[in-house]
């Protein structure tokens, strides 16, 4: 460092230019590291608000969908033929000969909106509690779920939606609750709404991927018929129907009824990038003579984002 130094104290003519000249290179030397120090606080700023301005895009999917799709409660048993983006947190309790099981997890999880046509979902391994010397507790089978956006509109062009499904559920581990393979249930949802009334329904199939004679496919059929008393309020009447064909349920139907409420809280100055939280809950009442379960209350909370 010394040797530099002098190297420079020996390039000038004179002690006085050495220290205008010193002077002038500190003026530029700070110069400089207030431009970079601006060019970083502005860069940083812009990244923020770029950040902050995809966040708010990914949080606004939902209100976006409602300028081409209604705007009805997704129902509580069957698949919502619209898209949505939605954490669901989902408890079951239903009663059934020798146990009373309690799902939690209850088959729902995370859903996601892909563009303007596709929502993901991803549902893990509900807990069972079978409350049975009988039947072990265990995790049942983690799902996924794709939608199909077909067709559909808002309120001002017709209000419907019409989408294709694919729901596949994972092979489970050895010892658990759930079917014993995985499977698929591809189906097609459909809806209609009329002033503060909708008519939803979707039709499918359960397709296991093996094991069929021991476990069987149905063809299932669920229908819902919805109220919108009030802003923040919806009441509906499900019908949710399987026709089981081979395996050990062969020509048996199972159907239930389930009522359920709905209850959506928002804040007063509600925008696109704000989330909405609903409670609701329901119960499937078994009214066909055969059933596996009966009074299955459910009970969930909704995040839409």
């Known amino acids: 460092m010394r040797r530099s130094h002098i190297c420079i104290a020996h390039h000038f003519d004179s002690k006085e230019e050495l220290l205008s000249r010193r002077h002038s290179f500190v003026r530029t030397h700070r110069l400089i590291l207030s431009v970079l120090q601006l060019a970083a606080l502005l860069y940083g700023a812009e990244c923020a608000l770029a950040q902050t301005s995809e966040y708010e895009q990914f949080r606004a999917h939902n209100a976006q969908m409602a300028d081409v799709q209604p705007t009805w409660m997704g129902p509580l048993i069957q698949s919502d033929a619209r898209l949505s983006q939605t954490i669901r947190l989902s408890v079951s309790d239903a009663g059934a000969p020798g146990e009373q099981i309690v799902s939690y997890g209850n088959n729902h999880g995370v859903s996601m909106i892909a563009e303007r046509r596709f929502q993901i979902d991803f549902d893990p391994p509900s807990f069972f509690r079978n409350h049975s010397a009988a039947y072990p507790d265990g995790f049942g089978n983690a799902s996924a779920q794709v939608k199909y956006r077909i067709s559909s509109a808002n309120a001002e062009h017709g209000n419907f939606a019409v989408t294709a499904i694919d729901f596949h559920g994972f092979a ?134």
């Open 172 to 305: 489970p581990r050895a010892a658990q609750n759930g079917m014993l393979t995985a499977y698929d249930c591809p189906k097609i949802a459909a809806g209609i709404a009329r002033g503060r009334f909708d008519v939803q329904s979707t039709l499918g199939g359960l397709l296991p991927a093996a094991k069929v004679a021991a476990q069987g496919q149905a063809i299932e059929w669920n229908v819902t018929a919805q109220l919108h008393p009030t802003a923040h309020t919806w009441f509906d009447v499900e019908n949710n129907a399987a026709f089981n064909f081979g395996g050990p349920f062969d020509g048996k139907t199972q159907d239930f009824i389930t009522p359920a409420a709905f209850y959506m809280v928002r804040r007063r100055q509600w925008g696109a990038v704000h989330p909405v939280v609903v409670f609701d809950t329901g119960m499937q009442i078994a009214t066909s003579r055969f059933h596996l379960c009966n009074h299955n209350l459910i009970s969930e909370v909704r995040i839409l984002f």
